[in-house]
Every structure is written in structure tokens, then in C-alpha cells.
């Protein structure tokens, strides 16, 4: 009697996430449930994080390894942000047939190439996956859960930013915005030509939006030296995630133009406001020693957090020119629809 | 100046939100991830379900409040399955822009009367909405995560059935795909008549197929009293979920039809193969004390598990015309397609 073609997929599924484990992982793919055994002196974290074909990628321009590696490097950037080590990850696929079939004069078909990026980025990270879910559907969609480890009361909140707080980045901004400017142009004319090329494949920038690499063990040194006050992921882009901070602290920021860390072949827009670098922000109070590189990443001062107050911005930008409101840019679900002339 | 269109709908979802609590729930909605403080004595069971426009419920068919009902209650039953009450959920939502806007002459957004229907079955389970995402999309898409808690050691899995164990399902069957095959017949003529047809509104079929009951206290009695050695929930079909429990437990099972508690108005048909029905399917040993009602449900012994032999297919249904093999004709994803004929 032949399985049925779900079980078929979960078991190729199973099969290739067997290796992955983790030390608080009970039980992983095949029941109704997963089941994690926490450490006492931890406390665990989740998040979820929803990718949607068209929306957060093109089926035309991103190779399916890149879809799948950016599906997990998403939900570990938020682990990371908490300052929490990977303890197991959960994917739920909505795929169109096509996708689950071999393609002509391919060895594999779509999902299995989507899964060789995904699982390369698991194995990397020692993040289990433990379960999911899977239906057809006319649209691709991706949905992962991961699941964190951090000592009790010790994870990094967006929340808990302190007027005199000094604001930092890790690494360079901007490279993922100008990456995926470069994919769009080059894909104008030809997307296929776009990702044979060469120079592309081999540009910094292009790779830093196809593989980004989440700040794990940055997040994780942040908590364990004690260094930060409140730290976020920059998914959105600089200007919406402290948005987000200011929000959640109840505080006002000003950033230093000068100061930003441009990623090499970037723009400013690109740094202020282009999303999918999956650097860390975060805020520490300015006694804190925050080190010059942590874990091999470059740590850079960018301004400072302020109290709120009415009748000031939010958020300002110094400038050469003076200081002027920021206002957040980066990427947003449900912006208001633009007015069309008639 | 205003709060992005993305900060206030999640701001809408979590006012709405803060009223369920659990003890194991340190950190809701608002930061990168959640936070849970799981008890030293207890572990932790995950799991994810994805509901698609089309496919797990139709826009023109149900109305929100059982969308929103349904997505959560089929993470309900994955926990209940397991033996394991609720610690909190998460939802992540790819929502076509006008399910989020108010509609012509209605008070409220789709969307408002979707989290009517989910949040009135998370405070009626005490279960905390504590993060997840948003996306446009141009298709409704909803995955839910449920986490739940259980005694170490103790949660219900579908690897664990032995032969000689017997058989035994809480509650009817067949009851909601007898309803679903009422709404389908009404909806052919007009789906907004049936839905506001009074005697339609009233039907026990209806009403199981549109708000179905997550066997949650039922769970956590074969847990604290030690009744089962290994259970899943009915959600694909008793044929498909029971070639499940066969598959993972590498065992053979059979079930006599005359035995099955079909729900009034359903066939055997549908009892056998018609989903989501939600009750627990599980396995017992022998002299274990089951009784015949637990925290209200009928429990019905409906078969046993039997050794696998090559000969002799997995699952065997016992009839007045003598046995026959049991198929898994419920719900499959991505099963094959059917050859048209030219």
C-alpha cells in the first residue's frame, strides 16, 4: 500500500532534518506536537516570521537556495536579537504543485533545492527542524517558528532603552538594499542573465541580500558580557526597527549621519532606510564597555536614545546640514494606498 | 506623527489580546520574540498548522468568526492529542488588503470579525495570543503555533500503540463533514442563504463543522489518569489519522464498523474518511480502566492494534460482509493528480 504523498514529502523532509539536534529537543518531526525540554536556568523565546512569494522574494529572480536559507536566517535573526541560542526551528509551507515536481533537465525539484539552502543554514547554526505543516496553494508561502534558549530574565527587550542610552549597529548597513537594487536592475533585462553573471555572484552585495547572515553569536555575547540595554534586528530597515525601539521604550533617538556604518557601494537612503540587513541594533547605557568588534563583527556607535517629548520628532537624523526629523522609511505592511489621480 | 499602518494593526491585535493569560507566558506580543518560564516538572510540545483560503475553508462559505474559530482549534487538537494544556499561541497572517478595511455598511473589517471567532476560543481556553506576523498577501493564508505544557515524560504520542492494544475515539464522527457537505448543497443555490438559514444555523452538523470543539480536558484526563498509551487527533479522517498512528507506531490495526459512534446525519462514509472532526483517536492497553465518559465526551471503543505482517494491509475493517482493507481516503495533501481523459 503506497503512503500517501504527504507523508511521502514529510518523510523526505524528516529524513534529510535527522541530523540536525539539539540539546533540548525531546522529540522532533512525526507526531501531533513537537516536545522541548528547557534547562531550568533558561527561559525560551519564539517568533514567527511569514514570507510570501512576490512579497518578501520573486520566484523569478531568487534561486530557491536563497529562499530558503532567507526563510530561516529571518526567524534566527530574531533569536539573536533576544540574545538566545537556537533550540528548534518550525516550517509551514504553502506550495504550488509545480514547486513539489521535478522540474525538466533538473535533478531536483524547487522545494528540494529551497530545503538545500534552509538546511545548509540549520546545520550551520545547529538549529534543529522539528515540525511544520505543508498544504498546496496556488501561492508560495513560508512560515517559520523558531525557538530560543536564554538565560532567565537576561533576554534583550525592545522595551527597556534608557534616555542617555548610546545607540550601536553591528556590521555595515545598506548591502542588502543595494544588493537587491542591483538584482532588480540586472533582471530588468534578463533575471536568468542576472544570476549566471559572474560579477553579480560574486558581488558582496548581492550575497549579503541572498545570504544574510544572522548575528547569533553577536546577540548571545551581548547578553553573556551584559553589555546591552535593549537590542531589536534590523529587518525593516534602520529608521522603521528604531521606530519600533522608540515605540516600545517609550523613548525619542537622534542618529548620526556621519557615523553610519555604509556598507561598501551603499547609499545613505540604502543604510537609513533599505531593510534585510539583519544587523543588530541596540542600546547601552554609556558606562557600558562596548568593544570595537564582538565575535569578529565590527560594533559602531550611530547616536544616542533621548527622552520624549511632544513637541520634538521621535526620531532625528544629524546632518552636515543641521539636524532634521527621520522618519521611518523601511519596509512596511498595509502603507497607505496612494491616492491615484483621476 | 502617525504610527505606521503595520505598528497599528499589530497595536489593534494586541489591545485585543491582553486580556488571556497563562502562567508560563513572561513575554507577549510587541518584541522580536516571546518569552516563556516553563515549569522545572513540565516540557514543552509545539505545533503548527497552516489554513489557506480555498483549501482548508472558502471566503464565500464560512463566515470569519469560524475562520478565526477554526485556525485556532486545529492547534487546540495537535495539544490535546498530546495530553497537553495551552501555554500561548501565535498567529502569523497573510491578509489581502480588503479583509483588513471596513466593508460597505459593516461595522467591522473581516479581519476584526476573523479575531472575534479566534480570541472568543482562546479565553475560552485560556489560551494567551503572545506574538506572530503580518503580511499583505494576495491570498488569505494563516499559520497557527500552539505551545502547550505537559508532565515530563508523559505527553501522548502516535509512535507508542502496541499490539493488543485496543482501540477507542472520544465523542462522534462524521458529524462535520456531514456539515460541510449541508453547506456546500445550500451554497450551490446561494452561500449567504445558507449561512443566515435559520434552521442551517441551528444544525448540530453545521455547528460542528463551523465551530468545532478541541478535546482538550479529554487529553489531560488520558495524561493525569494514565489511560492511553498513545493518541492523535481526528483531523484528516479516522482512515488517514489512523494510517498515521500505524505508521509511526509500525504497527497494524483494525476497526469494526459496526462500532463506530457515527454522529447523527453523518454516513459511514464520512465517519471513516470525512475530516476535521477533532476527536482523539487512541490507544489503550487492554486492562486499562477507560471509562465511558470523560469530562463529559462518550469514548466508544472502536477497534485494536495488531501486529504488522507483509501479507496483510494495515488497516482492516470489519463489516457484516466480513473484513475488508481499510483505505486512508481522508484528507491528503498534494495527492495525485488525476489523469483526465483526452
Given at each position: 500500500m503506497p503512503l500517501p504523498a504527504e507523508l511521502e514529502l514529510i518523510d523526505r523532509i524528516r529524513a534529510r532534518a535527522a541530523g540536525a539536534r539539539s540539546r533540548n529537543l525531546r522529540l522532533g518531526i512525526g507526531d501531533d506536537c513537537a516536545i522541548l525540554r528547557p534547562a531550568a536556568a533558561e527561559e525560551l523565546v519564539v517568533t514567527t516570521d511569514l514570507s510570501i512569494?512576490?512579497?518578501?522574494?520573486?520566484?523569478?529572480?531568487?534561486?530557491?537556495?536563497?529562499?530558503?536559507?532567507?526563510?530561516?536566517?529571518?526567524?534566527?535573526?530574531?533569536?539573536?536579537a533576544m540574545?538566545?541560542?537556537?533550540?528548534?526551528?518550525?516550517?509551514?509551507?504553502?506550495?504550488?504543485?509545480?514547486?513539489?515536481?521535478?522540474?525538466?533537465g533538473r535533478n531536483a525539484a524547487w522545494i528540494d533545492r529551497f530545503l538545500d539552502g534552509f538546511l545548509a543554514l540549520a546545520d550551520a547554526t545547529a538549529t534543529p527542524l522539528a515540525g511544520g505543516d505543508l498544504a498546496e496553494s496556488p501561492l508560495f508561502a513560508a512560515d517559520i517558528v523558531l525557538i530560543g534558549a536564554v538565560r532567565r530574565g537576561r533576554a534583550l527587550l525592545r522595551s527597556a532603552?534608557?534616555?542617555?542610552?548610546?545607540?550601536?549597529?553591528?556590521?555595515?548597513?545598506?548591502?542588502?538594499?543595494?544588493?537587491?537594487a542591483l538584482l532588480a536592475e540586472e533582471a530588468g533585462t534578463s533575471p536568468q542573465a542576472a544570476l549566471s553573471s559572474r560579477e553579480l555572484v560574486g558581488d558582496a552585495r548581492l550575497r549579503r541580500h541572498l545570504y544574510p547572515e544572522p548575528r547569533l553569536a553577536q546577540g548571545q555575547a551581548l547578553v553573556r558580557?551584559?553589555?546591552?540595554?535593549?537590542?531589536?534586528?534590523?529587518?525593516?530597515?534602520?529608521?522603521?526597527?528604531?521606530?519600533?525601539?522608540?515605540?516600545?521604550?517609550?523613548?525619542?533617538?537622534?542618529?548620526?549621519?556621519?557615523?553610519?556604518?555604509?556598507?561598501?557601494?551603499?547609499?545613505?537612503?540604502?543604510?537609513?532606510?533599505?531593510?534585510?540587513?539583519?544587523?543588530l541594533l541596540f542600546a547601552?547605557?554609556?558606562?557600558?564597555?562596548?568593544?570595537?568588534?564582538?565575535a569578529g563583527v565590527v560594533v559602531t556607535r550611530i547616536g544616542r536614545i533621548l527622552r520624549r517629548h511632544a513637541?520634538?520628532?521621535?526620531?532625528?537624523?544629524?546632518?552636515?546640514?543641521?539636524?532634521?526629523?527621520?522618519?521611518?522609511?523601511?519596509?512596511?505592511?498595509?502603507?497607505?494606498?496612494?491616492?491615484?489621480?483621476?
Open positions: 512569494a512576490g512579497r518578501h522574494f520573486r520566484l523569478d529572480w531568487h534561486p530557491p537556495e536563497s529562499v530558503g536559507h532567507r526563510t530561516l536566517a529571518r526567524g534566527l535573526s530574531d533569536l539573536a540574545g538566545a541560542r537556537p533550540v528548534a526551528a518550525f516550517l509551514s509551507l504553502g506550495l504550488p504543485r509545480e514547486l513539489v515536481q521535478k522540474q525538466k532603552a534608557r534616555p542617555g542610552d548610546l545607540l550601536y549597529v553591528t556590521g555595515a548597513l545598506g548591502a542588502a538594499a543595494a544588493g537587491l558580557r551584559r553589555l546591552a540595554s535593549a537590542a531589536l534586528d534590523i529587518s525593516d530597515g534602520l529608521s522603521t526597527d528604531l521606530a519600533h525601539l522608540c515605540h516600545e521604550s517609550r523613548v525619542a533617538a537622534e542618529v548620526d549621519a556621519g557615523m553610519l556604518p555604509l556598507a561598501p557601494g551603499a547609499t545613505l537612503r540604502q543604510a537609513l532606510h533599505g531593510g534585510e540587513d539583519y544587523e547601552a547605557p554609556p558606562d557600558s564597555k562596548v568593544p570595537r568588534t564582538i513637541r520634538r520628532p521621535q526620531m532625528t537624523l544629524l546632518t552636515a546640514q543641521g539636524p532634521q526629523p527621520l522618519q521611518p522609511r523601511g519596509w512596511q505592511h498595509f502603507a497607505p494606498v496612494k491616492k491615484e489621480k483621476r
